[in-house]
């Protein structure tokens, strides 16, 4: 288990030397499991195309199998690759991503299975923190789920992942608080319909005044 301090860049800088960068890429390519800081709360994160590593997720949360688990991206260009968005998914992103709004949207047959427990939608999120989005430029798309044991607090610190899950983790980033500190708004959009269906960080009345623009 290795601990990964950034040095609290501001604004895009991310506060990791190129080494600890790579180590970070390094743990993914490898198939094994990162914790990495968020807006709202720690997340822990793995190849979404190595369903060995995806496995690994479920086991280290002690996560029932039939739950399914978000995507993280740098870009909703990228989610066109595993999912299918429509004009009101755009509209939200444009609003609100980077930060703390998933939406929950079709998935495509590129995803594996395991990732979504066989349902067809994924959830897709983009993190507003320099260190996960530079982590998703140079990666590529990870697994995000929150970095805990399942149904324990979510965690705000890296301290709270470490005492959750342990050396079930290859690779934490240790990068401060969440400034947040609360998850994020889950919206379902499905065949034009728009439901919220996970209050979170974002009002229910902020998602309804850009869709009725």
Aim: a negative charge.
């Amino acid at each position: 288990m290795d601990i990964i301090k950034s040095k609290g860049g501001k604004g895009t800088e991310i506060g990791l030397s190129k080494h600890d960068l790579e180590h970070i890429l390094s743990t993914l390519r490898f198939g094994r499991l990162v914790v990495y800081p968020t807006e709202t709360v720690y997340g822990l994160g793995a190849d979404p195309f190595d369903e060995t590593a995806v496995k690994r997720v479920f086991l280290a949360k002690r996560r029932p199998f039939d739950m399914p688990l978000s995507i993280a991206v740098n870009d909703i260009s990228v989610a066109e690759h595993i999912a299918e968005l429509d004009e009101n998914a755009y509209r939200l992103a444009k609003a609100f991503l980077p930060g703390p709004l998933t939406l929950l949207v079709k998935k495509r047959p590129v995803l594996p299975d395991i990732v979504t427990a066989s349902l067809p939608e994924v959830g897709i999120r983009i993190p507003d923190h320099p260190v996960a989005l530079r982590m998703l430029e140079e990666f590529g798309p990870i697994v995000s789920t929150s970095a805990n044991l399942h149904s324990h607090p979510n965690p705000v610190n890296v301290e709270g992942a470490i005492a959750d899950l342990g050396q079930s983790v290859a690779t934490y980033v240790d990068g401060g608080p969440c400034k947040v500190g609360t998850p994020s708004t889950i919206v379902q959009i499905i065949d034009g319909t728009v439901e919220v269906i996970r209050y979170g960080a974002i009002p229910k009345e902020k998602i309804e005044d850009v869709l009725v623009r």
